[in-house]
């Protein structure tokens, strides 16, 4: 599954997300933050509506950690678990394929450990 997501777009974000096996989009919160899910769990979201885009994923602590420090528009979670989740602003300073990895890998972390029948 390549990650590559060249210029990070609401449309290209979506569709990265929804291009997950399982992945869906639902709003619980409001009619303007995507929520994608896989199994019924949460693995991103994003108001895509928003300028500059950010995006919410999960991520494992000490990966979080050394991203927001290498990072300026990484930082903690956003109304998030602040230990697990990461919110990054895609305004290009980000690299692009490093925000496709990022929402894999939490799309990963989220599909783990989802009970062997929800997989």
């Known amino acids: 599954m390549p990650s590559s997501i060249a210029g990070v777009t609401p449309l290209r974000l979506r ?10 989009e639902e709003f619980p919160f409001r ?5 994608f899910k896989v199994g019924g769990r949460m693995f991103a979201l994003s108001p895509l509506d928003d300028r500059p885009l950010r995006v919410s994923v999960k991520c494992e602590p000490e990966l979080g ?6 990072y300026p528009t990484i930082t903690p979670g956003y109304h998030l ?7 990054v602003i895609a305004d290009g300073s980000t690299p692009d394929a490093l925000v496709g990895d ?3 890998g939490s ?13």
């Open 65 to 70: 950690a050394e991203l927001r420090a290498s």
């Open 102 to 104: 990022l929402v894999e």
């Open 81 to 87: 678990n602040k230990r697990h989740w990461l919110t």
């Open 31 to 35: 009619p303007d933050l995507s929520v």
């Open 15 to 24: 569709e990265l997300c929804l291009g997950l096996p399982g992945a869906r």
């Open 107 to 119: 799309y990963e972390l989220v599909s783990a450990a989802l009970p062997r029948d929800r997989r």
